[in-house]
């Protein structure tokens, strides 16, 4: 079986400085939403916003190159607006994309006449006990709560019952010593922010070596 996909497909604008070859890109982008209308229900911006504020674009960079007086600022106000609107259309697409199968969301963002690119989605890092450097040694780590942040441990050798306070730590990881080779010891943290302490985290087992 095909182990799926880690990435999330994201739909980019990649956009030129040239007028005419952003004129291209904006109906074109407006011709692909406009026909697949299974898709994209009810578009946002509405498609006629875009070819409207590429139609005044247009007019107005013929009038750059007629070369009429003030006829860059126009040209690059309504420029701003219709990238503004792309922009918009592109966070529809995506928001589209999103809601479906993510097997299929690199088709639906291409449907709408853009490309994609991928994201890899890392998982968060979760809370590990493993052997420690020597017999009778843990090391532990976890994910950072933020800066200036503190980190509590402790461990249980009778299933949770009770808990042995390790020493604290700056740092998101500590190996913890004196522990009882053979045995099963349950591991857990939390951490120490400026907000206050965290709940304790959910146990991790290890037998110790």
Do not use: C
């Not at 070369?67 to 503004?84: E, N, P, T, Y």
């Amino acid at each position: 079986m095909k182990k799926p996909s880690t990435d999330r497909r994201i739909a980019a604008l990649n956009l030129p400085r040239n007028v005419y070859k952003l004129l291209a890109i904006a109906r074109a982008i407006a011709q692909a939403v406009g026909a697949n209308a299974k898709t994209f229900t009810n578009p946002d911006p509405a498609l006629v916003a875009i070819t409207t504020a590429a139609d005044e674009l247009e007019a107005a960079q013929q009038k750059v190159d007629q070369k009429v007086k003030g006829a860059v600022d126009d040209r690059d106000a309504r420029a701003v607006a219709l990238v503004k609107l792309l922009h918009q259309e592109k966070g529809y697409v995506q928001k589209i994309a999103d809601s479906g199968d993510p097997a299929h969301a690199a088709d639906v963002i291409q449907s709408g006449g853009l490309s994609v690119k991928h994201v890899p989605v890392r998982a968060p890092r979760a809370f590990t006990a493993k052997f420690g450097p020597v017999s009778g040694s843990a090391a532990l780590a976890t994910a950072p709560a933020g800066r200036r942040s503190s980190y509590e441990w402790q461990y249980s050798v009778d299933g949770g019952k009770t808990w042995i306070t390790a020493p604290p730590t700056t740092q998101t990881k500590t190996v913890v010593t004196g522990l009882q080779p053979g045995v099963a010891h349950a591991f857990r943290y939390r951490a120490v922010t400026k907000t206050g302490a965290t709940d304790w985290s959910e146990p991790v087992t290890l037998v110790v070596r």
